[in-house]
């Protein structure tokens, strides 16, 4: 079977996160939703996405294949449901298409739910979905739980030395070549993940769920509670209170980011502090990009959400609830605007545009001291999210 995860309306509200990625490829708990459906389907998938993301998230043809919602967090009861559909049936949960059988020739639109040639099947079960940025962080905790033993299964865990101190009877599992040492580790509330080359450094205190991923370092005498996630090949230090960093982004030094998510190839300065609680205790509105408008979270508790490759100089100040674009160098004194569009340049003293070509020159240097090849895909992708975001920046 041929297995393809769609994006369907919710990756609009999910901007700027999925401006460089399809929904699918966000890290949600421990692994990308990717990863959880390709571990339960023991497949690979492809990707049907917009049309600018194509060539670096192609679509596989075949006569007979399931698409899959990309926004959807896989359960093996899901997997089972989903294996079982016959050609023309779709599984569907609260007027959402879970997944649908089609032919090769249906593989250039998304499922539509009001197509009359299609038998709908209602899932009944538990049924996570990431509508919205901020449901990253705020149901991040569910979706750790629903990873450690996904990623731990068949697994030996190294062992703390001597010189950690746990709390709690909780599970704490460290892949091959993890090093920690020095710390506290609280699991009363959630299990604590320590990826493969890890490292968390001396004097750190934290509570689960928290998941480090491979490569990523947790910094001398950070504070993080749970649920937190830091992606691989990141580092981050000072406080986090649940924060997903999606990979290959700093936080290395002292501030305070909580209720966040933070993209690929983001830096934030030293002693960057970000609210997550307004003074009037009142509901945050964060930026939505379909309705060009602050909308209510319905929640109290909301900070940072940051696309890729945007960055920060020290001492940035972000208000509670703000949204930065995707390639936007920030600086200055104050409290910064709640929404910052992509490929903006400046702070609290005014914004200019962020010429194209010095913002692709900093991502190919980027990459390089990673080893990574900053692809003709990776371009294009850059240049269309700067065109299709000029209106945002109204300076």
């Known amino acids: 079977m041929n297995y393809v995860l769609f994006d369907d309306y919710s990756r609009n509200h999910l901007l700027p996160l999925s401006f460089t990625r399809p ?7 421990i692994l990308t939703i990717r990863e959880k459906w390709e571990k339960l389907l023991n497949e ?41 559909l016959e050609k023309n049936e779709a599984l569907v949960n609260d007027e959402s298409i879970i997944a649908q059988h089609v032919d090769a020739d249906e ?38 739980l629903a990873d450690f033993p996904l990623v731990t299964k068949g697994k030996k865990s190294g062992k703390l030395d001597s010189t950690n101190m746990v709390i709690g009877d909780g599970e ?13 580790f609280n699991t009363k509330n959630g299990p604590i993940y320590i990826g493969k080359d890890a490292e968390v ?46 990979g290959y982004s700093n936080k290395a030094h002292d501030g305070f980011l909580g209720n966040s998510v933070i993209g690929e190839w983001c830096n934030l300065g030293a002693d960057t502090n970000s609210s997550n609680l307004k003074n009037t205790y009142e509901e945050v509105k964060l930026w939505n ?8 979270t319905g929640l109290q508790f909301c900070g940072l959400i940051m696309g890729d490759h945007s960055k ?6 972000f208000n509670t609830g703000t949204v930065v674009g995707v390639n936007s160098n920030i600086f200055g004194s104050g409290f910064q605007r709640n929404f910052i569009a992509s490929f903006s340049w400046g702070g609290t003293t005014g914004f200019s545009a962020y010429d194209i070509e010095k913002a692709l020159k900093v991502a190919r240097l980027v990459y390089s001291r990673r080893n990574i090849e900053f692809t003709a895909e990776d371009e294009k992708i850059m240049r269309h999210i700067y065109w ?8």
């Open 312 to 317: 920060c100089g020290i001492n940035t100040m």
């Open 201 to 246: 450094m001396e004097g750190c205190v934290i509570r689960g769920p928290f998941a480090l991923c491979e490569h990523a370092e947790v910094k001398m005498s950070a504070k993080i509670y749970g649920p937190t996630t830091v992606g691989p090949y990141s580092k981050v230090g000072g406080e986090l209170n649940n924060v997903v960093i999606f």
């Open 289 to 296: 990009y379909p309705y060009q408008s602050f909308v209510p």
């Open 44 to 84: 690979k998938t492809s990707t049907l996405t917009e049309d600018y993301l194509s060539g670096k998230f192609p679509i596989k043809r075949d006569k007979d294949t399931i698409l899959i919602n990309g926004s959807i967090v896989p359960t093996e009861e899901l997997v089972k449901k989903i294996k079982a």
């Open 172 to 184: 704490i599992f460290l892949e091959e070549g993890a090093k920690v040492s020095g710390s506290i």
């Open 23 to 29: 929904v699918a490829d966000m890290r949600f708990g």
């Open 388 to 395: 299709v975001s000029y209106e945002n920046r109204r300076f």
């Open 107 to 144: 593989l250039d639109t998304t499922p539509d739910n009001e197509n009359e040639k299609i038998t709908q099947i209602e899932f009944v079960g538990n049924c996570l979905k990431i509508n919205n940025t901020w449901d990253i962080f705020s149901k991040n905790g569910e979706a750790i």
